[in-house]
């Protein structure tokens, strides 16, 4: 079982930045990694970015690819998205969650998702 925490949303004007947080505890055995999505009022959830814990690779979705970073502090147990640029299209709940599966940016290969972080960026 795994539990997981996000933080580090709030309000930010375009052009902004923001460091979310996903600070984990259980254990993550038997994962691939860790991901971050999105979900904006009245639309699907969508992948961002995620993280393999073996080979420290990452991978993003065209549309944050130069704007954000997924990193990790192994000390800390917790997976970060460094969000720089930030644009209103940004706009959204986050969340991160542990990777189960092989493929990187569907969400149905993740699992033991957090409760979500807004990040509203304004114009």
């Known amino acids: 079982q795994v539990h997981l925490v996000e933080s580090g949303g709030g309000l930010v004007q375009a052009g902004g930045s923001l460091r979310l947080s996903c600070a984990a505890s259980?254990?993550?055995?038997?994962?691939?990694?860790m991901g971050w999505f999105r979900q904006a009022p009245g639309k699907e959830r969508e992948f961002v970015a995620t993280?393999?814990?073996?080979?420290?690779?990452?991978y993003y979705t065209k549309s944050v690819k130069g704007r954000f970073t997924i990193s990790r502090d192994n000390v800390k147990n917790t997976v970060y998205l460094q969000m720089n640029s930030l644009k209103p299209e940004d706009t959204a709940v986050y969340y991160c969650a542990v990777r189960r599966g092989l493929v990187v940016d569907r969400s149905a290969d993740y699992d033991y998702w957090g409760q979500g972080t807004q990040v509203t960026v304004s114009s």
């Open positions: 993280l393999n814990w073996s080979s420290g690779s990452t």
């Open positions: 259980g254990r993550t055995v038997s994962t691939y990694g």
